[in-house]
């Protein structure tokens, strides 16, 4: 079972628009949620998180929204730009367990 | 200071045989865990090892084990390879046992013929 679904599995935005990245679970005892990058060849780095007393999370163009009513979880990137190129995943935990990652969606950025 | 660092970073197997992947974590990192990364399945989680004991584990068959040294590099071992272990093996080191940000290596190709 997929307690994290990330349901887009490719996104294309035009560089300068904003970037808006989807994540959904369904696991209630998650408390904290991560977001990862992955270049080719490359392992994935760590963006931004958020825990489950949080509703937002701001950091420079990366914006984590988290809607725990509706067990939803959205990363924006604004303005977005070349670089930001990659695969994203999500990945949420319940307290002192092991990190579950969504498939990832493939963000392309557009000159 | 150095991150995580795999080796071997590609290799190929046939069916049958058995590797074993490498994985020093970054210093001073205590806990090692290891996700496998296929298309379209994301990154399923292994195991996850804290001061050499084994803390937690996901749901891979037997054939799949790992363990850690007292210096927390970490291995882990896949025994009677099948095609569909072809993947990418991460390993992510972090202070502390548990949630927390993750720093992975870069990986170790494994394509099984």
């Known amino acids: 079972d997929q307690q994290v679904k990330q349901n887009s599995p490719s996104l294309s935005v035009q560089e300068g628009r904003i970037s808006i990245l989807n994540c959904d679970y369904t696991?209630?005892?998650?408390?904290?949620f991560l977001w990862y990058k992955k270049y080719p060849a490359e392992g994935p780095t760590f963006l931004i998180s958020?825990?489950?007393?949080?509703d937002k999370n701001e950091d420079g163009r990366f914006t984590v929204f988290l809607n725990k009513s509706a067990k939803h979880l959205s990363l924006h990137i604004v303005p977005s730009q070349p670089g930001d190129s990659a695969v994203y995943f999500c990945a949420a935990s319940p307290r002192a367990q092991k990190l579950v990652f969504g498939q990832g969606t493939r963000l392309t950025i557009n000159p | 200071k150095a991150g995580v660092t795999q080796t071997p970073r590609y290799l190929i197997k046939t069916r049958g045989q058995q590797v074993t992947l490498s994985c020093s974590p970054i210093s001073g990192h205590r806990s090692v865990s290891w996700y496998q990364q296929t298309p379209g399945q994301g990154l399923q989680f292994l195991f996850e090892y804290f001061s050499e004991t084994q803390r937690n584990k996901g749901n891979f068959p037997g054939r799949f084990s790992g363990r850690q040294f007292s210096n927390s590099r970490s291995e882990m071992n896949v025994s009677t390879l099948e095609l569909g272990d072809s993947a990418l093996y991460l390993c992510?080191?972090?202070?502390?046992?548990?949630?927390?940000?993750?720093?992975f290596g870069e990986g170790s190709r494994l394509t099984v013929l």
């Open positions: 958020i825990s489950s007393i949080k």
């Open positions: 696991n209630s005892m998650f408390d904290y």
């Open positions: 992510a080191s972090s202070l502390r046992q548990g949630p927390g940000e993750l720093f």
